[in-house]
């Protein structure tokens, strides 16, 4: 596959580089080149990604860098039997207990939540770092939902990290799950609180909380460009023209912000639809 010229292979991780020491110069070179379009397409074009994590897997199979890769790509592609093939491989090659929560997930996207839950209580959660507890946590969550045990999920995500004021990576992503697992119990009131806690916290808009509490004030958005939209219903959603003192009636931000192996190979074979991660 074509890689842009200004990928080098210099810009993967130093933990990566090392790794790949064991390869030959050339052939290091080629797999660090596709790696790093695997990091570079992933969110936006998961496709992509993934075809380019098909080569560096056939260039260097054997790498674990390589392998994760690989299982980050079919994750993000909702292949999660295959993905989960990945991850294990690359846990055996590291003996690394950070892919834990991800493997957990992947068994929720193969439909399997009872086996996340036996994953959520296994004494490996014990040996991840804080952020990876909480990814756990947030799975386990979700494999309650899964299982339509909405009381139980959110008892699961009530936590010290949910209650602390501190604003940490995972402090967005924790409060949304929380907020929409309160909405679909019927407790409204509570979640456009957590709602509007998320949008504080989520800085770098890792989820769509500021819509989903503009969504519970009856806040609608309008395309002020979209030649489609009326005029009335652009008055309806504040677009129109101005008030009559040169102020317009458009909601300002701050309102808005207000308002709003044979195993392996098995589970390789039965990759669902199903939502993964922070699905909720």
């Not at 079919?74 to 295959?82: D, F, H, R, S």
């Not at 402090?171 to 679909?184: F, M, P, V």
């Not at 489609?228 to 652009?234: G, I």
Request: net charge negative; proline share 4%.
């Amino acid at each position: 596959m074509p890689i842009p010229e200004d990928v080098t292979g210099d810009e993967i991780d130093k933990d990566v580089r090392q790794e790949l020491q064991s390869l030959p110069k050339t052939l290091a070179e080629d797999v660090a080149r596709n790696l790093v379009m695997v990091a570079r397409l992933i969110d936006e074009d998961p496709e992509g990604a993934y075809a380019y994590s098909k080569v560096a897997l056939r260039l260097a199979s054997r790498v674990a860098a390589v392998r994760e890769a690989a299982g980050f790509a079919a994750y993000a592609n909702q292949k999660y039997g295959e993905a989960l093939a990945e991850f294990r491989a690359a846990r055996r090659m590291t003996g690394n207990i950070d892919l834990w929560p991800v493997m957990a997930d992947c068994e929720r996207g193969l439909g399997r939540p009872e086996k996340a839950l036996d994953m959520a209580g296994a004494p490996e959660v014990h040996k991840l770092d804080k952020a990876g507890q909480v990814e756990m946590r947030l799975v386990a969550a979700g494999a309650r939902r899964d299982m339509g045990q909405l009381d139980a999920a959110i008892v699961t995500l009530q936590s010290p990290e949910l209650a602390s004021n501190s604003v940490q990576p995972w402090t967005a992503r924790l409060r949304y799950a929380y907020a929409d697992a309160l909405l679909a119990a019927g407790r409204e009131s509570e979640a456009r609180e957590w709602f509007a806690k998320a949008v504080e916290s989520d800085k770098d808009g890792s989820t769509d909380a500021s819509d989903r509490l503009a969504e519970l004030d009856g806040v609608e958005f309008v395309d002020a460009l979209d030649e489609t939209v009326d005029d009335e219903d652009k008055n309806e959603a504040g677009l129109g023209e101005d008030d009559g003192d040169g102020s317009s009636s458009e909601p300002s931000t701050a309102d808005a912000a207000d308002a709003a192996d044979a195993e392996d190979a098995e589970d390789a074979e039965e990759g669902t639809e199903h939502g993964a991660g922070d699905r909720g």
